[in-house]
């Protein structure tokens, strides 16, 4: 960052008001007000400068002295300072003024940034300030926002869900400790802190604060501040969790297991009525893989999927659990309602399963091919996407008649996907094994 000073003051007799200020307790009338030359105040992504003048004004019936300060908020919260204060003398009622240039480099992040001007003692009384916000553009996607495109999520691990409240804000979860965050639908991904080492498996936000993430060793990790800190809960199992919905900020489900080795697999469903203070096994299926995924759509209604074609289905938000018939062996990797009645299931080998009745019946549907869907999301009953892998060519594919019929879009990733969402009918998100985000703003189309 570079700042061009141009106030140039005689500051010996400041200093010394200053103190006696300081000392006394008494605040001078003095102000800043800083103004961009230019507004509104955009910055183009390749980066630019942002002129500005500073003018400080004492009103006081006394000369005053004070320091002259600058601070530059970045979009993650992170702030600059523009170096050494300025200090400043100036007699009774009088004003003085000076321009500086702000420079907002391409490589910074994208977003709205504050620019504070403060006068004080510096650094930490403050008698006035004043700012105003530079917004630095996000750079034109790749085909004018068409198709799908790479996002710069700062990890190379594996990505293994996703999940966006809202159009800019949203998480990603991973392997080794991953958890990033976005405020801007990705054009910037951040690492959040978080508590002892896991490898996250599964991601939950109610709204933009309060999120769950669960992961190996039966972690679970708990945010109400969108991600600044993480608070590890207890659940008194060192199995691993894949999968974790809330209905609602009391309401909320974490499914896993244990896998075949020398001894029996077997699957597990916690649940939690007070945000996950406490929880509670509400089922354990002897002999039966590890469950996968889990949703509901109210805090009664909810299913859980796994391996060997297990879908598990509660009408009392979770105090009993029923099988349901999914007529496959293979092993379902996630699981999608629109609404109560209506619903998909994705699985290996090319499966994806479709419900209008709640699952009483589950139809196959066929897609073209019998490649693993790793994923599957619908905005209503007509639009839809899948993510597919044979281990070698990825795709997305969609449906704009309820799945009827699927056609591939024109986007191929070098990696299998991993996770996929949509927040509307265009704007959608999808991972992949080595850290990698794509975005579309167009239904991928």
Do not use: C
Request: glycine fraction near 14%.
């Amino acid at each position: 960052m570079k700042n061009h000073r141009t106030l140039h003051f005689f500051y010996s007799l400041g200093l010394l008001l200053a103190s006696l200020a300081e000392a006394n307790a008494v605040v001078p009338t003095v102000s800043v007000t800083v103004t961009p030359n230019n507004s509104p105040t955009v910055v183009q992504s390749g980066g630019g400068n942002v002129d500005l003048t500073i003018v400080v004004a004492n009103s006081d019936p006394a000369g005053q002295g004070f320091d002259l300060w600058t601070v530059l908020t970045l979009p993650d919260g992170s702030v600059r300072g523009g170096g050494l204060p300025d200090q400043i003398t100036l007699p009774a009622s009088w004003n003085a003024s000076g321009a500086r240039t702000e420079l907002i480099d391409g490589l910074d992040p994208e977003g709205l940034y504050t620019y504070t001007a403060n006068i004080g003692i510096y650094p930490g009384t403050v008698w006035s300030s004043s700012s105003f916000v530079i917004e630095k553009a996000p750079a034109s996607p790749p085909g004018g926002g068409l198709g799908w495109y790479q996002q710069v999520s700062g990890t190379n691990r594996v990505l293994t869900d996703i999940q966006f409240v809202s159009d800019q804000i949203g998480w990603a979860v991973g392997s080794s400790n991953t958890i990033i965050h976005t405020t801007d639908g990705g054009d910037n991904w951040y690492p959040q802190s978080n508590p002892p080492s896991s490898n996250y498996a599964g991601v939950h936000f109610i709204d933009q604060l309060n999120g769950w993430v669960v992961g190996s060793a039966g972690q679970i990790v708990h945010t109400s501040d969108g991600g600044n800190t993480w608070t590890e809960q207890v659940t008194n199992t060192s199995n691993a969790f894949n999968g974790v919905f809330f209905s609602d900020a009391n309401n909320g489900w974490a499914v896993g297991g244990k896998p075949q080795t020398f001894t029996a697999a077997y699957s597990l469903i916690y649940g939690t009525d007070d945000g996950g203070i406490s929880w509670r096994r509400q089922y354990r299926g002897s002999g039966e893989p590890p469950l996968k995924k889990v949703l509901f759509v109210n805090k009664e209604v909810g299913w859980a999927i796994g391996e060997r074609g297990n879908i598990l289905r509660t009408t009392s938000g979770g105090k009993e659990w029923t099988k349901q018939s999914s007529g496959t062996q293979v092993q379902l990797y996630d699981v999608h309602f629109i609404s109560e009645s209506e619903g998909w299931i994705a699985g290996r080998d090319g499966i994806l399963l479709h419900t209008t009745n709640a699952g009483e019946s589950w139809a196959a549907v066929s897609v073209g091919h019998n490649n693993a869907i790793n994923g599957v999301h619908f905005t209503d009953s007509s639009q839809g996407w899948i993510i597919t892998s044979d281990g070698g060519n990825p795709r997305v594919m969609v449906t704009g008649d309820g799945g009827n019929s699927w056609q591939f879009q024109n986007f191929v990733p070098p990696y299998a996907l991993t996770s996929l969402q949509f927040t509307n009918s265009l704007n959608g998100w999808a991972t992949d094994y080595r850290g990698n985000i794509y975005h579309t703003t167009s239904g991928g189309q």
